[in-house]
């Protein structure tokens, strides 16, 4: 989000505060994570590491950071995940909770339900299972469970296993470039040219509407949406 807004409205001061030594965090390469600080840096965006913020109420002009640091900000944006809601499910089964409100699951992604049932499968955020939680991930686990419930369906045990996902990630900065790690062979991390095809130009929007069967929309659309963009970006950066 930080480089889209510093792409967008590049006349936009953008600071950026992280809880970690280093941005994203542990389950990517050091080398990945110092990778995209610098690409962050070198479009001007200030990086406050080892910090933590919280969005004020009420009308503000400025923050305090937690260690003391103080930053204008005319608008602050949270971008924490938010907490799973599974604390409904105590009322179901309790035993199928861990003690962070995750869902336990079985290789097969049936929960292992205290009256011994077999009937009752979970995906998504809320399950336990030790990998980064990304849209990515879900088409895999919906192939798992439906294969296994057709089995059942059939008077058949489940036989397919979840067997996890690569933790690679593509995150642009702006429409033109950023960085991406793919974790194979050494590490592969990925340039502004990759990104930008990959991901950057298209936030895979295209893709986001054919898999929501939503209307794609028309060219004219398409060239008018982009021009308003522009003309945003150019008022912008006008100095009055």
Do not use: C
């Not at 003690?99 to 077999?118: D, F, I």
């Not at 893709?207 to 069967?213: G, H, I, M, Q, S």
């Amino acid at each position: 989000m930080s480089g889209e807004i510093n792409h967008f409205i590049p006349n936009t001061k953008v600071t950026l505060v992280h809880a970690e030594s280093q941005l994203l965090n542990s389950a990517y390469p050091d080398k990945y994570r110092r990778a995209i600080l610098k690409a962050v840096e070198a479009k001007g965006i200030t990086v406050y590491l080892k910090d933590r913020a919280s969005a004020p109420t009420g009308e503000y002009t400025s923050i305090t950071t937690e260690n003391g640091v103080q930053i204008e900000a005319d608008v602050v944006i949270t971008v924490r995940g938010g907490k799973i809601n599974t604390s409904f499910l105590k009322t179901f089964d309790s035993s199928i909770l861990t003690s962070k409100g995750h869902v336990k699951v079985l290789k097969t992604l049936q929960v292992p339900l205290h009256n011994g049932k077999t009937n009752v499968f979970a995906i998504g955020d809320i399950i336990d299972w030790p990998e980064q939680k990304t849209l990515s991930k879900i088409p895999t686990q919906a192939a798992v469970v439906s294969a296994n419930i057709l089995s059942a369906i059939k008077g058949s045990p489940g036989k397919q296993e979840y067997k996890g996902f690569m933790e690679a990630i593509v995150i642009p900065l702006g429409p033109t470039g950023g960085r991406g790690y793919l974790p194979f062979l050494w590490g592969l991390i990925l340039g502004d040219f990759l990104v930008k095809k990959l991901k950057g130009e298209t936030m895979f929007v295209k893709e986001a509407r054919k898999a929501l069967v939503a209307p794609q929309p028309s060219f004219l659309t398409t060239v008018v949406e982009s021009l308003k963009v522009k003309y945003l970006a150019f008022r912008s950066s006008l100095p009055f």
